[in-house]
């Protein structure tokens, strides 16, 4: 018999508007959202407070040694619906996403052991499909048999476009120059570290959105999902 839920796996580079679709899709499937940029944005957030790592440096060992103490899981926030990050009983689904935080977490990720870490979790998350994951390594390392793959891009431009009116029109005090620094910045760290390195899997349908609605996006994204739902099941 075969199974009649897949593994959506959403990769791209940042703020490509990945979450805004896999969180979509997965209400409209019925399937588990997992947002695996807020996991290492949470580890990222617990070095920070820890001090091991600032503007000018990073003890990559210290972080790596208190790895076992970082116990990160998603709740569901009952007036969104949305799933919620939370570290060692905190949610800090807000400061996760502040630019200081986004400042450092390209560092944090390029961590081996890190990625081991959370890689593991994110594969037990989805043991049992029906999830829509989104990140920069599901549809090559953490789901490399996903039944959909997409890979989003958009210019540097575009992106930071978005990402500064999301951060204003919540308030934050940040700058559209550093956000496209930011950005630009990413996109560089994430794209040439060793381990696991964003790039589109072979497999995968590439959907550039600078120039799509977001409407037009989705609809194509799930005519995708439903047509692959189809052939799992035909
Ligand atoms: O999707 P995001 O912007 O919240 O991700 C934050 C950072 O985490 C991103 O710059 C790279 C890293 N990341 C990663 O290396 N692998 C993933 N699967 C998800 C995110």
New binding site residues.
Partial sequence: MTDPKIIIAI?GY??TG??TVAKQLSKTLGYIYV???????AVTLFAMRNCYIDATHFNEEALERQLPFIAIRFEINPNTGVAEVVLNGENVEQEIRKLEV?RF??QV?AVSVV?KKLVEQ?QLLGKDKGVVM?????GTV?FPHAKLKIFMTATAKDRAERRFKELTDRGDDVSYEDVLKNVVN?DH??STRKD?P?KKADDAVEIDNSNLTLEEQYEQILKLANDAIVTVNS
């Fill in positions: 990769d940042s703020s990945k979450s947002d695996t940029g807020a996991m290492y944005r986004a977490v390209s990720a990625r994110q989104d990140g920069r390594d599901i953490v990413r760290i994430d696991s964003l």
